[in-house]
């Protein structure tokens, strides 16, 4: 009997791991997300702290990640760390974020840098954070600091991190629909000025041309329920497919996959009662990936792929291996299928803040809460071992 064959990925496959600031540094106390989790704001189990104290380890972090065999790091710069008050630019901050790419070279790794990540300086908040009438300029400005980060020895540059869950979360909505409630505040202004906002950075990002850049969605696999079709692309087109569209002739899009949002008559419907669930709640559902993939591919009319987030809160590290190999198995049949995939990043590089809580942990990496000491777990040497084979096996061994 033939054994199956490993599947390969393409030459120059990014393999990685992801982390955002504001999850991992610690202290980003001049943040709308500091403010949140100690005024009482919605969603806020316990404040995030000192974080995993990345801003003083990150060299460890990226050591680890290059030891157990990736060859990408994807983080984000802190906005109110670098422009603490409006037009007020910290140098030393900006030095900071220096290291972390000179550090990812060191080690090897390509860094995937992000701009911005959910959270926003505190002064811009105060001034309606995305709706505050010049946003999309002080973006702007903000990425022209930023080039001095990324103009040298950084190729990747996302731009804004899903802005389809941006405009969810400030139009009140969650962000993994589970009431048929949910679908009737989404703010178009938010929308628009974060389109916006990405062309205006990109163009600045646009005098460097080494620099590709793109933006992160959210992919939320839309799955209708037999007759449902017309409602799910209504409820779907204005929380995915637009800021797609918007990405159509970028360098690359982002895909965020992890699980999908079934929809009925009414809208979205909850998780089915006897579906396995995850830490968050949502469905085990490793197709998310595959599915994201192709349907990222097909809207934005072939823009190339980098999958800059996908994995699973687990607290059973087989469980992730197994999510992860499912997921993985996907994404091969979409680059077979001729979708260009630049690379695949996993969330998490490390067990963080889960925008209120630390319960739940997508990390490949444990974080002691008291230490910070760092305990590489059995996924991440897994994953290590198929990025650097740069193939993964047919059934998981
Ligand atoms: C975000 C991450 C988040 C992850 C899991 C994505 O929506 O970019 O910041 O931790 O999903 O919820």
């Given amino acids: 009997m033939t054994q199956p064959s490993r599947l390969q990925f393409p030459d120059h496959f990014l393999w990685g791991a992801a982390t955002a600031a504001h999850q991992v540094e610690g202290n980003n106390i001049n943040n709308d997300w500091w403010t949140r989790e100690h005024n009482g704001g919605p969603r806020v189990d316990e404040p995030s702290g000192d974080a995993c104290d990345s801003y003083h380890r990150f060299r460890e972090d990226i050591a680890l990640l290059a030891e157990a065999g990736f060859n990408t790091y994807r983080f984000s710069l802190e906005w109110s760390r670098i422009e603490p008050e409006p037009g007020c630019f910290s140098r030393a901050q900006i030095d900071h974020y220096c290291r972390m790419v000179d550090a990812c070279h060191e080690f090897g790794l390509a860094p995937v840098v992000t701009l911005q990540h959910f959270t926003l300086p505190k002064w811009l908040a105060v001034e309606g954070g995305w709706l505050a009438p010049d946003a999309a300029a002080l973006f702007g400005r903000f990425t022209e600091i930023a080039l001095s980060v990324v103009a040298e020895g950084v190729e990747w540059v996302c731009t804004i991190n899903e802005p389809n869950m941006v405009a969810k979360i400030e139009g009140g909505e969650p962000t993994y629909p589970i009431t048929s409630s949910a679908h009737t505040h989404l703010d178009k ?8 906002a990405h062309r205006r950075s990109r163009e600045v990002l646009a005098d460097v041309p080494a620099i590709k850049s793109g933006w992160t969605i959210a992919s939320q696999a839309f799955s209708p329920v037999p007759g449902s079709e017309p409602i799910a692309r209504e409820y779907g087109y204005p929380r995915e497919d637009f800021f797609l569209e918007a990405a159509r002739g970028d360098d690359f899009v982002g895909v965020q996959a992890y699980s999908r949002t079934r929809i009925g008559p009414d809208g979205p419907l909850p998780v089915p009662a006897n579906a396995e669930t995850t830490q968050m709640g949502w469905e085990y559902f490793p197709p998310a990936l595959g599915i994201g993939v192709r349907h990222a591919w097909k809207v934005t009319a072939g ?7 996908n994995g699973i809160a687990t607290a059973d590290d087989a469980r992730r291996i197994s999510y992860t190999h499912g997921a993985l198995t996907g994404l091969h049949e979409a680059i077979n299928d001729g ?33 910070f000491a760092r305990t590489v777990k059995p996924s991440a040497s897994w994953l290590g071992a198929v990025a650097k084979a740069n193939t993964l096996e047919p059934t998981e061994s």
């Fill in 189 to 196: 202004r938010v929308s628009d000025t974060l389109v916006l």
């Fill in 303 to 309: 823009v190339p792929i980098m999958v800059t987030e």
């Fill in 339 to 371: 979708i260009k995939v630049l690379g695949y990043v996993h969330w998490s590089a490390l067990d963080n803040y889960e925008w209120g809580s630390y319960k739940p942990t997508f990390g490949l990496i444990a974080v002691n809460r008291e230490t």
